[in-house]
């Protein structure tokens, strides 16, 4: 099942009905809502805690039942299984998938899952419980620093999936942060980063957490050298250490644990192989969050709160695993973006939370669904025979209003997008003066802010028509430039509030919707050789770059010419 040959969507029967399908199809929400008053209700589901409200999509009855025939076709159920079961579904590194294995809680007395031959299921709370007596250490100030104060700040230092995830979690439940306590994240090997980030700090109460499965990014442990450098100087400077190679070992093992498999490497760095947290080869960067590289997010919220997290994620994994899939909602969110990529030429899909907390979550779908999907061969090496991959993108609330939504609302491009917020904002603050215009005195903020959420997504679907615009007054030379064209397709998503398992059942929603449309595309979700090539290229020519002209003339005529440029621009 798992080396086998992926069923190619564009010889099944489905795939034949929905082209048939979209070529007679004309959207028309006004039209199909107004013949069809229960439209709403019936696109409308429950995912755990997420109400999901399909019902604005371009998408009817049929095309529905078409997307989840195609689901079947070609063979989404089986790879589900698969994935669920820890067979290798990762072909070309020939590994397992189980990030899903990362918040499972079997019942007293269910079997454990085992995939070749690891009790996952043991292991994995083994490294939940290693993680949690840390993060108790450092809440409670048992764990200092060489002066003996508590910890007042993390740094994790990491990149791609051992950064992002972290820190999107961390902004969306900064309300949860135990007082006292902050985290900041380094990521970038651009050297600005980790000097702001460390710039105002204490070197006697930082504590940093250095996140690398391989302890061998290049990024990553070049950031931790300049941090482990930052550390030193500071302490001596105050003079809490001498200038010893021994009070600098001793340093580092209290300012400095790591989340890795590499213990050796850990060690070299002078890093006590027992502070270090492992996770495994079947979980992949960007599906890691809930591992241990949320070592930082365990120590910020507390044990119980990331217990939390990761129970939101189990929901909506039991969601996507026994729900069918006409009312299952990752897999019909992700079959209606293969719909809208393969069927109406839709290339990018924009991610709008009304929820100010969730300002990165756009950022790390990108990684997400960009790295996962973003393939031209098929999980069997052959090319792809579809578009494959969306670029996602999108920002916070009504600043997207003021900037990019003019092109969604009346631009030439159809962008999918997908709106989400909560009802019980984490700061319900009132605006008590009003303006005596728009705003009543007395206005709760979050309704007025969630006011702009409802009529968003109206707007974009039902338009306005020159009818419309002409009954306000307008004159007719402006009419057109007023005309929304509406039938602008979104999704409506909305929790009760943003905790931590709300959190989690966002993060594993935009999972299973990616594991869908790769199941349908055929590739492989969970390999990345495409971030290879640039580290690779980037090494060779680092020594051109600091003033080798052997290693220079190796290059291109561009990128010759680019370094000397550079070089010249150094001084």
Known sequence: MTTSSPVDPTTTSAWADLTTHHEALEPDLRGWFAADPARAERLAFQAADLYVDLSKNLATDETLALLVRLADEVRLPERIEAM????????????????????????????????????????????????????????????????????????????????????????????????????????????????????????????????????????????????????????????????????????????????STALDKVADFGIDPANAFGFWDWVGGRYSVDSAIGTSLAVAFGPNRFRELLAGFRAMDEHFRTTPFERNVPALMGLLNVWYTNF????????????????????????????????????????????????????????????????????????????????????????????????????????????????????????????????????????SARTFSGNRPTTSILAPALTPSVVGQLIALYEHITFVQGVVWGIDSFDQWGVELGKKLALEIAPAVAGDDAALAQQDASTQALVRRYRELRG
């Open 344 to 479: 109406l030429g839709a290339q990018s899909h924009a991610v709008l939370p009304y929820a100010q907390q969730l300002h990165r979550f756009a950022a790390y779908l990108q990684q997400l669904t960009m790295e996962s999907n973003g393939k031209s061969v098929r999980w069997d090496g052959t090319p792809v025979t579809t578009d494959t991959g969306e670029v996602f993108w999108g920002e916070p609330g009504t600043n997207g209003q003021h900037a990019f939504y003019q092109l969604i609302h009346q631009g030439t491009r159809l962008i999918p997008a997908d709106f989400i917020a909560v009802a019980n904002p984490a700061y319900p603050l009132v605006d008590a003066e009003g303006d005596g215009k728009q705003v009543p005195a007395g206005a709760d903020v979050h309704e007025l802010f969630l006011a702009n959420f409802f009529a968003q997504t109206k707007a974009l679907a039902f338009g306005k028509t020159p009818d419309e615009v002409r009954a306000e007054g307008t004159a007719e030379h402006l009419v």
């Open 84 to 259: 669920f079961r820890g067979e290798h579904i990762n072909v070309t590194e020939d590994r397992a998938v189980l990030h899903t294995a990362l918040r499972r809680l079997p019942a007293e007395g269910e079997e454990h899952l085992v995939v070749d031959g690891q009790d996952v299921d043991a292991d994995v709370e083994a490294e939940l419980q290693k993680i949690a007596a840390f993060a108790d250490k450092v809440r409670s100030g048992a764990w200092t620093g060489v002066t003996g104060k508590p910890v007042r700040t993390i740094v994790n230092i990491g990149i791609g999936g051992s950064d992002l995830g972290p820190v999107m979690v961390y902004e969306a439940l900064r309300p949860y942060l135990q007082e006292g306590l902050e985290a900041r994240f380094v990521s970038n090997i651009d050297p600005t980063d980790v000097a702001q980030k460390t710039a105002d700090l204490d070197p006697e109460t930082t504590l940093f957490i250095v996140a690398s499965k391989t302890f061998g990014t290049l990024e990553t442990l070049t950031n931790a050298r300049l941090a482990r450098a930052w550390l030193w100087e500071g302490l001596a400077a105050a003079g809490a250490i001498e200038d010893t190679d021994a009070a600098r070992t001793a340093a580092v093992g209290q300012h400095f644990v790591a989340v």
